[in-house]
């Protein structure tokens, strides 16, 4: 066997050689040609499961790729992997490919949802390591890495069908049913999840109306195409090549693609031709037919004219509440808020006269200042009209907090400035703090008080009336 050996070690260098090469030239083709010339971002694009853009693997070992073209450029990532490469030159009838990334780990993001965002890439979910996940991560120029963002719930994401609306910053997808094998945890339905890209906030919409569920349960992924149309603020779904669908993940809605000519065009043909990469560019959808190795783009155009809506939504919500319930419940409010606005006709003028008072006794014990709180104001003004800052000691003295700790000397004076101001604001109608707080130029991490002249004045002004 150690005979072979040097042989085996030929042939793992060269495999790891090819796997994980910095550069790579292919012939041009129509959908490179237009995805390369265009100076437009088309943010989201739906890869074909079939398309072998780029020769790096053998038959047996043959990876899926995914694009990716915002006004930085055409990116092409490898699926399941972190690899990305660029477009970094165009000879010819030639492109050239080159790796951009120093990513090691892989095998976690099989099938994640990658787009673009403000110029930047993104990769949402995956699968792999046992499990479906639901982070959100982005390619930084600045490492060539990729790095994670905290969002506020993980749900877990797949590319089988999603809805992205840059100009919106959302994106909607549906979260499969699935088991977790580590902690057998089962969900049953397939839920639609909002991710909002600005707030960072996730959100669990509902579940996928029955009849949809049932049918991408019995569904292979294989068997669903799917395209983001953007400017039908929706995705167009095909089931088996059957029926095809305009998913509003937005407003909750569904239309049914009911233009044959269309139909026929797209999906429908007796060859088995069926559409591949997919994208809308000027308000058209482009494609590719699936094994076409010649990358020829057709196109398609739509409008809602082209649907008709259905009379059910695309998700339901989990408390979702029969209309009979919600009939007799606002019937029994109507009823209650009648009764109440009645009652209060009928006592308004004891009503009015307890409200006064209660309003007269609030006012007073809120914008009225304390014996203390005035000594503390007046000093300080003393102090600012020396020209100098009043002091964290000066501040203690007069709160009698010399021999307190330096914690509870903290939270009484922040408590006390808290409660000034607020009376200041709310007696004289002011948006501006009465004490100010300036740092000290010996300590930064002490504070020093003033009051300027403005608020003084206005403070003499009421206490001498």
């Known amino acids: ?97 080159t790796r951009i990334d120093s990513t090691f780990f892989t095998g976690y993001n099989q099938s994640s949802i990658d787009f673009s965002y403000h110029d930047t ?31 506020t719930n993980e749900y877990p994401a797949f590319n089988l069908l999603y809805n992205y609306l840059e100009n919106k910053s959302t994106i909607y997808w549906i979260s499969p049913s699935f088991e977790d094998p580590a902690t057998f945890n089962k ?18 919409l509902g579940i996928l109306s029955s009849k949809y569920n049932a049918i991408l349960n019995e569904l292979k992924i294989s068997t669903l195409f799917s395209a983001n149309i953007p400017s039908l603020n929706g995705t167009l779904v095909c089931y088996k090549g059957e029926e095809e669908y305009l998913f509003n993940f937005e407003k909750n809605e569904v239309y049914k693609l009911t233009n044959h000519l269309i139909q026929d065009k797209i999906f429908q043909k007796s060859n088995g031709e069926f559409p591949s ?37 695309l998700y339901e919500s989990d408390n979702k509440i029969s209309i009979d319930f919600i ?25 009015i006269e307890i409200v006064d008072s209660d309003k007269n006794e609030e006012d007073l014990l809120t914008i009225n200042f304390s014996e203390l709180e005035k000594t503390l104001i007046e000093k300080i003004i003393e102090k600012t009209n020396q020209s100098a800052l009043f002091t964290v000691d000066e501040f203690n003295l007069v709160l009698g907090l010399s021999k307190k700790s330096i914690e509870i000397q903290k939270k009484i004076r922040g408590e006390a400035i808290i409660r000034i101001n607020h009376k200041f604001k709310v007696r004289f109608n002011q948006k501006e703090d009465l ?27 009421s206490a001498s009336n």
């Open 277 to 313: 990469t997919c994208f809308e560019y000027n308000n058209k959808l482009y494609y590719t037919i699936a094994g076409d190795s010649s990358f020829a783009l057709h196109l398609a155009e739509f409008s809602m004219k082209d649907f008709t809506k259905e009379p059910y939504p």
């Open 121 to 151: 890439v993104f990769s949402l979910g995956g699968s792999g390591f046992w499990k479906i996940n639901g982070q959100l991560r982005y390619f930084s120029k600045a490492s060539a890495e990729w790095n994670i963002l905290k969002i």
């Open 187 to 204: 969900i049953e339905n397939n839920s639609v999840i909002k991710l909002n890209l600005k707030t960072k906030k996730t959100e669990r």
């Open 327 to 351: 009939s007799v419940y606002a019937i029994a409010i109507t009823l209650i808020m009648l009764s109440f606005i009645i009652w209060l006709v009928k006592n308004k003028k004891n009503k």
């Open 1 to 97: 066997m150690l005979k072979y050996l040097p042989l085996f070690m030929f042939v793992q260098i060269s495999i790891c050689n090819k796997i994980s090469a910095q550069d790579f030239t292919i012939h041009n083709n129509p959908l490179f040609n237009l995805l390369i010339q265009s100076n437009q971002s088309i943010p989201v694009i739906t890869n074909g499961r079939d398309d072998n853009y780029i020769p790096l693997f053998d038959t047996k070992n043959r990876k899926n790729f995914k694009l990716v073209k915002n006004k930085d450029g055409l990116f092409l990532l490898v699926n399941g992997t972190g690899k990305l490469y660029k477009v970094s030159n165009e000879l010819n009838n030639a492109i050239k490919f």
């Open 435 to 461: 004490i100010e707080r300036i740092r000290s130029e010996e300590d930064r991490r002490f504070f020093q008080y003033k009051i300027s002249n403005e608020n003084a004045t206005l403070y003499k002004l």
